[in-house]
């Protein structure tokens, strides 16, 4: 048996940590990269994985499975903050895609990447188990930028929904929600110059070790095209005039 109230609080003390309300939408992508020694690799992994964390001394690299939506992506790099902070083993761990099965590890990182994504607030819990709509599930799900099937386990958790709610609900979403008027790139896969990238310690320690002359441009191309950076070696054909407004 897991330690949901446990796991909440680790939740909300990495919130903190990482300078971020109790309340708002994260987005996780962009704040790991702030992280100091932590590397994110998005690579496309298949449809069983759903990401991996590597622990090597003080550095760490996950690397999410960007075969997956945007939204689950960013559900999955939660999970794995989870076996980067809380995680005292050091070794690969490998993430399946299922959310909510698997050893009680790994039920315990989606738990916290349910309550540091989804941090529902009292309007929505207080609702009667079944009373939420299709259409708030599509709204909330855009609102803390996570994959339907994340948000169908944050509310199946917290007993709002049934399993049979469940299971109805998970039909037409991206109809759903481009009716609605959202943008549905949160349910669709990285465009193609994103799928296969680096972000975050990896770059930043290549481009210090280029500055202090410690190895060769030669050498520092070669990290970042092992890196899958080709775009920072040859130019990205996406590019676009800079605006600084």
């Known amino acids: 048996m897991i330690d949901k109230l446990k796991i909440y609080h680790q939740a909300v003390s990495i919130r903190k940590k990482l300078g971020e309300s109790d309340?708002?939408?994260?987005?996780?992508?962009?704040?790991?990269?702030?992280?100091?020694?932590?590397?994110?690799?998005?690579?496309?992994?298949?449809?069983?994985i759903s990401g991996m964390c590597v622990k090597i001394g003080k550095d760490t690299v996950i690397a999410i499975n960007s075969s997956m939506s945007i939204g689950r992506q960013n559900f999955s790099i939660a999970h794995e903050l989870y076996h980067y902070y809380f995680d005292d083993s050091q070794k690969t761990i490998i993430c399946k895609k299922d959310i909510g099965k698997g050893n009680e590890i790994e039920r315990c990182a989606d738990q916290f990447a349910a309550y540091f994504l989804m941090p529902l607030e009292g309007e929505i819990l207080n609702k009667k188990i079944n009373t939420i709509t299709f259409e708030e599930v599509i709204q909330l799900e855009q609102l803390y930028r996570v994959s339907h099937q994340a948000m169908l386990y944050r509310l199946l958790e917290e007993k709002l929904i049934t399993t049979e709610l469940m299971e109805e609900y998970r039909n037409n979403v991206m109809r759903t929600a481009a009716n609605l008027g959202?943008?549905?790139?949160?349910?669709?896969?990285?465009?193609?110059?994103?799928?296969?990238?680096?972000?975050?310690?990896?770059?930043?320690?290549?481009?210090?070790?280029?500055?202090?002359?410690?190895?060769?441009?030669?050498k520092f191309e070669q990290l970042l095209l092992e890196a899958l950076r080709h775009d920072l070696v040859f130019g990205d054909d996406s590019d676009e005039e800079e605006l600084n407004d």
């Open 23 to 48: 309340t708002s939408p994260i987005d996780a992508f962009h704040i790991v990269q702030n992280i100091p020694h932590f590397s994110l690799i998005l690579y496309p992994m298949g449809n069983n």
């Open 182 to 218: 959202y943008d549905t790139s949160l349910y669709k896969p990285s465009g193609s110059e994103k799928e296969r990238k680096t972000y975050g310690y990896y770059i930043k320690q290549a481009q210090t070790l280029l500055d202090k002359e410690l190895i060769s441009d030669g």
